[in-house]
T-cell receptor, first 115, second 112 residues
Framework: DSGVTQTPKHLITATGQRVTLRCSPR?????VYWYQQSLDQGLQFLIQ???????AKGNILERFSAQQFPDLHSELNLSSLELGDSALYFC??????????????FGPGTRLTVL | AQTVTQSQPEMSVQEAETVTLSCTYD???????LFWYKQPPSRQMILVIR??????QNATENRFSVNFQKAAKSFSLKISDSQLGDTAMYFC?????????FGTGTRLQVFP
């Protein structure tokens, strides 16, 4: 158990809908990262937040947005869902902000299925 | 651009044997970190081992060790005394100044 929690574990929805994925980082970690893993592919970095502020952006679609709250939990919002958004969405957390020696620890992921 | 390449899509090894998974990367950075993550069928991402680029000594964690060749930009993972529980996808990852970049993974099957 990495100490990172994600809810829900599974989510099934229809095209055009909007969903929210939630992540709670490990105790003491200030950074939260979101990744997308499509079927049998590697992980694609979406976005990073550090202590409530956006720090780095990857290949995140405009239909997707995220935020980190004062208690450091984070939410990833996916809207106008398409079939191709079906994937495993991981959250990871680390102590530091950028670079540095900190390691990212991953949550169990949320499996999103868009029908 | 920073890239990570894993050229072995699939590998297999017999239980108790040793296997080496390859990874190469491309970067112009001098200070960075390299990781191997394991993803078993449960799909959880589990950190296996980490290497700091400024350290010449290869990292070791129990049965897992790396061969880090900075000049060649190579970072291979050696699994000794393979166990059935080592069956998983293994991802090599490069940590630059702002993000973690993953390779496409190597699927390892350990046979009894």
């Amino acid at each position: 158990d990495s100490g990172v929690t994600q809810t829900p574990k599974h989510l099934i929805t229809a095209t055009g809908q909007r969903v929210t994925l939630r992540c709670s980082p490990r105790s003491g970690d200030l950074s939260v990262y979101w990744y997308q893993q499509s079927l049998d592919q590697g992980l694609q970095f979406l976005i990073q937040y550090y202590n409530g502020e956006e720090r780095a952006k990857g290949n995140i679609l405009e239909r997707f947005s995220a935020q980190q709250f004062p208690d450091l939990h984070s939410e990833l919002n996916l809207s106008s869902l398409e079939l191709g958004d079906s994937a495993l969405y991981f959250c990871a957390s680390s102590v530091g902000e950028l670079g540095g020696t900190d390691t990212q620890y991953f949550g169990p992921g949320t499996r999103l299925t868009v029908l | 651009a920073q890239t990570v390449t894993q050229s072995q899509p699939e590998m297999s090894v017999q239980e108790a044997e040793t296997v080496t998974l390859s990874c190469t990367y491309d970067t112009s950075e001098n200070n960075y970190y390299l990781f191997w993550y394991k993803q078993p069928p449960s799909r959880q991402m589990i950190l296996v081992i980490r290497q700091e680029a400024y350290k010449q000594q290869n990292a070791t964690e129990n049965r897992f060790s790396v061969n880090f060749q900075k000049a060649a930009k190579s970072f291979s993972l050696k699994i000794s005394d393979s166990q059935l529980g080592d069956t998983a996808m293994y991802f090599c990852a490069f940590r630059g100044p702002d993000k973690l970049i993953f390779g496409t993974g190597t699927r390892l099957q350990v046979f009894p």
